[in-house]
């Protein structure tokens, strides 16, 4: 059930995003962006036209409600730390520097009140709480057999490869690229599914109990992100010989990953590679904003 509950919250919302008309969409604008990441799961899941309608009403009826969180979060900050924050993290980027580091910059150049701090972990409790609504509302509209068929999905070790041609969404490729593309993946999908196995052997069954048990009480807690990753190392306590194991994995897949997007990269024209810096970067400012 977790990983179905997890393949849902990655899954709902492109479904019915993908229906809903373009003036539906600015409307939304970006409050639908933590959802934005949730489909192409679905595809392979046979749907009636009933089902899509009730997705669509349901995802139309959360629009607002996350979209108002988003424009609380929006205004905690005063308009100079909103400066200090783009400036850090244009700074950060520039630097070279990636995900964590990045945050951790902006942070640092921002500084939060306690007020701020108190008012945001608030606020994402709230958008945790509707996201959750969402995936059990979403779970109620499919059938057994289309739930077993996500929770398959979720189960792949590929998983990695899921993001793929989202990335490209908005770029207008060519038949030829789109097949290029499509080869590439298939070549790959089998040496990160190795990785993925061999990442999964790591652990003992009572350690796998652990994380599991963390995971859900951190979440429950409201944490997030780091946060989480945090309890549930601290929980699983893996030995030596394991952390080494991992990290020379989590190379192997980093390297992997590396490999395909260059070769990937290759495949577009010059055009095309500007529209995917130009998504990157929106991307990354409306994740600093916390939108």
Do not use: C
Not at 24 to 53: C, I, L, T, Y
């Amino acid at each position: 059930m977790k990983i179905l509950s997890a393949v849902l919250a990655l899954a709902v919302s492109l479904a019915i995003v993908g229906n809903l008309s373009a003036e539906e969409k600015k409307e939304g604008q970006r409050s639908d962006r933590p959802m934005m990441g949730m489909m192409r799961m679905f595809e392979g899941v046979d749907f009636s036209e009933e089902q899509k309608a009730n997705f669509k009403e349901l995802w139309k009826g959360y629009m607002p409600k996350l979209k108002a969180v988003g424009e609380k979060m929006g205004d905690i900050l005063t308009e100079e730390q909103k400066t200090a924050r783009a400036e850090a993290r244009k700074a950060a980027i520039e630097a070279g520097k990636k995900g964590k580091e990045i945050r951790d910059a902006v942070q640092d150049a921002v500084k939060l009140t306690d007020e701020q701090k108190a008012k945001f972990a608030e606020l994402r409790k709230e958008r945790q709480a509707l996201r959750k609504e969402l995936r059990e509302k979403s779970m109620e509209i499919m059938t057994p057999e289309q739930k077993e068929i996500l929770k398959k999905k979720g189960q792949r070790p590929d998983r990695p490869m899921m993001g793929g041609m989202r990335m490209f969404e908005g770029v207008d490729l060519s038949e030829e690229q789109k097949t290029n593309l499509k080869e590439l993946r298939k070549g790959y999908m089998p040496k990160l599914k190795a990785v993925g196995e061999k990442l999964g052997d790591i652990m003992t069954e009572a350690q796998k109990t652990v994380r599991a048990e963390a995971r859900k009480i951190a979440i429950e807690a409201g944490k997030k992100g780091k946060e989480i990753r945090d309890a549930v190392q601290d929980a699983v306590k893996l030995t030596d010989e394991q952390k080494a194991m991992f990290a020379e994995l989590r190379k192997e897949m980093q390297s992997l990953r590396k490999e395909l997007r260059e070769k990937s990269m290759e495949i577009l024209t010059p055009e095309q590679k500007e529209v995917l810096k130009a998504k990157y970067m929106r991307w990354q400012k409306h994740k600093a904003e916390g939108k």
